[in-house]
């Protein structure tokens, strides 16, 4: 797999011009893990419980805001 640059530009010095471009120094090489039901290793679905009545709550019905 050939290094992608991740940015492009031009340096000048008076009537010469240098092409350069920027390439990453390091690659991310993340792994996650999913959760499993231990018995069937089915993946779990998270849910979300109101605090104050108890109930369970669609993700649809979701909000961000400040307390």
Do not use: W
Not at 2 to 28: C, H, M, N, Q
């Amino acid at each position: 797999m050939a290094a992608r640059p991740i940015a492009s530009g031009i340096v000048s010095f008076g009537l010469v011009a240098v092409p350069v471009k920027l390439y990453p120094g390091t690659r991310s090489k993340s792994l996650s893990f999913n959760m499993l039901h231990r018995k069937d290793h089915a993946r779990l679905k998270q849910q979300y419980v109101c605090s104050a009545c108890g109930d369970l709550v669609e993700r649809d019905d979701t909000v961000r805001g400040y307390e």
